[in-house]
């Protein structure tokens, strides 16, 4: 027999003894693989979980909805084509406290008032899952398990509220018809006390029920007030004190100026506001809420405030309110700031608008 033949023959006998090992060592990488995809499934399925239930908590302070969000969510996205199944114990409410910018958040499980939500994705409850390439014969199975906290954001925010002078004006009025508002008594003049009913006083009403779902809820958020006409001014820095706010709403109620629409400063105001404020918190989610009645018509374009309030990490809703509104613009600020516009066209609707900014402000995954 020639050596070639030998040299062959051995080769072939070499790749009989390592192909078993070479498809092991494949099936095993395959298998590695596969459990970390699966793992990296479950860890998505448990965060989307936790700030889903986080967020219906907040909306609706009740703890059988928020859990039963979470189900739905997880029950909602199969894992490797399987099911899992999320139990209601495995769903833990609790708190969840940063002290410092330089401190994790520390969850504190069934602590009260609770402002966080750990879910605790197990696979285990569903039998576990079964890798793709059996060894030496068998099904291996595994049970990956994932843990994720979502916690309702800490706030400072800062409510920019337009006194320009069409807010002496009912919601419905057109303000370019009239002279005076038609719910000014006979002499009126801007300068006294703001007619009633007015866009200014639906907007009073609408942020004290704003600062009413604050006080109610289990965050614990700051208040900063700015309020512009042709003019911005900084009226109140950030707070727990809400009465504050109220207090120096009611200063404009009482004397009602004249005044252009300077969304532009308004909003550059309420970001330094938020920044130079004393009692700032650096760890804090900065949030940046816009009310306006009319259009843009004085100082620097709100758009390219809005990037100024970006660059400060600041995020900017906006609410126009009644048709004489620019809401094409205010929508292009929301945009850009990362949040989200509204439109109220009377003084429930409003309402309703500061209500649902208030129960749907930013959850932090924590954990």
Not at 206 to 231: C, G, M
Request: glycine residues 6%; charged residues 20%.
């Amino acid at each position: 027999m020639s050596h070639t033949h030998k040299r062959r023959g051995a080769v072939l006998m070499l790749m009989a003894v390592l192909l078993p090992v070479i498809i092991m060592v494949a099936g095993f990488a395959i298998n590695l693989s596969y459990m970390e995809s699966v793992r990296t499934d479950i860890q998505i399925a448990s965060d989307a979980a936790s700030r889903a239930a986080c967020r219906e908590y907040s909306r609706t302070e009740n703890v059988d909805l928020a859990k039963q969000k979470a189900i739905d969510i997880v029950a909602a996205n199969s894992i490797a084509g399987k099911a899992i199944t999320l139990r209601k114990n495995d769903i833990v409410f609790g708190a969840s406290v940063r002290p410092d910018e330089t401190s994790t958040y520390v969850f504190t499980a069934d602590k009260s008032p609770f402002n966080a939500v750990r879910v605790n994705l197990d696979s285990a409850a569903s039998g576990g899952l079964v890798v793709p390439f059996k060894m030496s014969g068998n099904s291996l199975s595994f049970k990956p398990a994932q843990t994720a906290t979502a916690t309702r954001a800490e706030l400072d925010i800062s409510l920019v509220v337009d006194r320009s002078g069409s807010m002496a004006y009912a919601s419905d009025e057109v303000t370019s018809s009239v002279t005076n508002p038609i719910n000014a008594p006979p002499g009126w003049n801007f300068g006294d006390p703001v007619p009633d009913p007015s866009r200014w006083l639906e907007a009073v009403d609408a942020v004290k029920v704003f600062l009413k779902e604050l006080t109610d809820s289990s965050a614990n958020e700051q208040v900063a007030l700015t309020t512009y006409n042709e003019s911005a001014f900084d009226d109140l820095q950030v707070t727990t004190d809400y009465a504050l706010v109220m207090n120096a709403l009611d200063t404009y109620t009482q004397s009602f100026q004249v005044g252009g629409t300077n969304i532009g400063d308004g909003i550059g105001f309420g970001v330094n506001n938020l920044m130079s404020s004393p009692n700032r918190r650096d760890w804090a989610v900065r949030v940046l809420i816009v009310l306006t009645d009319g259009i843009h018509n004085w100082g620097p374009d709100p758009v390219g405030m809005t990037n100024y309030a970006v660059d400060n990490e600041v995020v900017v809703y906006t609410v126009t309110f009644a048709a004489e509104a620019d809401q094409a613009k205010m929508q292009d600020v929301a945009n850009v700031g990362g949040g989200k516009h509204y439109h109220a066209t009377d003084s429930k609707s409003l309402k309703a608008v500061f209500t649902e900014i208030a129960r749907n402000l930013p959850v932090l995954l924590t954990d």
